[in-house]
Nanobody
Framework: QVRLVESGGGLVQPGGSLRLSCAAS????????MGWFRRAPGLERKFVAA???????YYLDSVAGRFTISRDNAKNTVYLQMASLKPEDTAVYYC?????????????????WGQGAQVTVSS
């Protein structure tokens, strides 16, 4: 059983930056694809970014170039560095772990989820 705990959310002004962290415990972190998803108010949860065990990364088109996903296998932690934030980035952000090497943008392939971290972009 893998436990995921997100941290680093908060309120930020448009154009600002924020870094989310997700600490994992209870599993072999380096063997999982790690992903970030978000649920905006009134909308379904959607894929944001993913990183494989080899470090290959994937992004939602609207965040590519602004967000960076990374992982530190020694610390069992995955990060989401967010820059040039926009009000439409406001959402609850979820960290997730998948043992599958495919379907990195499909939340059905992710077995483990964190509790979520609120990110609010507003002036």
């Amino acid at each position: 059983q893998v436990r995921l705990v997100e941290s680093g959310g908060g309120l930020v002004q448009p154009g600002g930056s924020l870094r989310l962290s997700c600490a994992a415990s209870g599993g072999t972190f380096s063997s999982y694809v790690m992903g970030w998803f978000r649920r905006a108010p009134g909308l379904e949860r959607k894929f944001v970014a993913a990183i494989t065990w080899t470090g290959r990364t994937y992004y939602l088109d609207s965040v590519a170039g602004r967000f960076t996903i990374s992982r530190d296998n020694a610390k069992n932690t995955v990060y989401l560095q967010m820059a040039s934030l926009k009000p439409e980035d406001t959402a609850v952000y979820y960290c997730a772990a998948s043992p599958s090497g495919s379907g990195w943008n499909d939340q059905r392939t992710y077995n483990y989820w964190g509790q979520g971290a609120q990110v609010t972009v507003s002036s």
